[in-house]
């Protein structure tokens, strides 16, 4: 079984958040995390800390630490707001050439799932600004509805990953579907909760059950979503976890792999 390794990109800085209620928000899960004992002085410190620095995006070191464990991971980047979204499509060009210098693949993280006009206007600005002819989706919040794929599909995307699933690739019409297996939230938070539930050992066991079932059902590969923003010591949970889990695909002899590549290698077995 094959890794593939993607990022989501929800945030870049604090000031981008002046006329919604993500920070204070932010605030109030933290105090819950930190009374419940998930969460250490120093990270709850470290959090209030990176809003001074208004800094609420680690793309730059965890593609850093991807380029040193040879993971050719993928970031998507919203080109819309919506659902806590705040940033500009201008804000994303720094990181999208300094990913794409580094070898890294990028794609769209998508706001609209059901009108197919509104889809387009994402598709087209991330070509635009990013030059890159082939790429792919995940959606925030990954919502997808009836005709989203269709939609999609006639669009012009190579793949998405929005769909949670345990189940091979599969391709509707002329686009792949790689269901998402792992997600970071879900592992650590638990679905449905909005504030850290599992600590790292107990995140590691539902994450060491998620691999060894997909083995046992024979995927052919894994896909793995961690949200840039926790790669931090603010966050040391869920940054432990990312190197834990690298690590433990490593020593267990996983080969990662990018999505454009995973095509390459089903459309030739076809």
Not at 25 to 52: A, G, H
Not at 88 to 108: H, M, R
Not at 114 to 124: G, M, V
Not at 144 to 161: A, P, R
């Amino acid at each position: 079984m094959k890794v593939i390794i993607s990022h989501d990109v929800d945030h870049l800085t604090v000031c981008e958040h002046k006329k919604d209620l993500i920070v204070p928000k932010f605030l109030i899960r933290s105090l819950i995390e930190l009374l419940l004992r998930k969460i250490s002085f120093k990270e709850y410190f470290l959090r209030f800390s990176d809003i001074i620095k208004n800094k609420w995006n680690n793309i730059l070191e965890l593609a850093e630490f991807d380029k040193l464990n040879n993971i050719p991971s993928t970031f998507f980047f919203a080109m819309n707001n919506g659902l806590g979204i705040s940033y500009s499509i201008k804000q994303t060009e720094f990181f999208i050439k300094y990913l794409k210098e580094n070898k890294f693949d990028c794609g769209v993280h998508g706001i609209e799932f059901n009108d197919p006009n509104k889809i387009f206007t994402e598709y087209d600005n991330f070509k635009r600004i990013s030059n890159i002819e082939n790429f792919g989706i995940r959606m925030h919040y990954l919502r997808i509805g009836k005709n989203t794929l269709e939609h999609l599909s006639k669009i012009g995307y190579l793949f998405d990953s929005s769909v949670f699933e345990d189940k091979n690739p599969y391709k509707i019409n002329y686009i792949w579907e790689f269901p998402l297996h792992i997600m970071d939230g879900y592992v650590i938070e638990g679905k449905g909760k909005k504030w850290q539930s599992n600590n790292l050992e107990k995140s590691k066991d539902i994450t060491i059950k998620i691999i060894d079932n997909l083995i046992k059902k024979d995927n052919k590969y894994l896909t793995i979503l961690f949200h840039d923003r926790y790669f931090s010591d603010s966050f040391l949970t869920w940054k432990k976890w990312y190197i834990w889990l690298v690590e433990y695909l490593k020593s267990n002899n996983f080969e990662f792999i990018s999505y454009k590549d995973a095509i390459k290698e089903m459309e030739n077995k076809i």
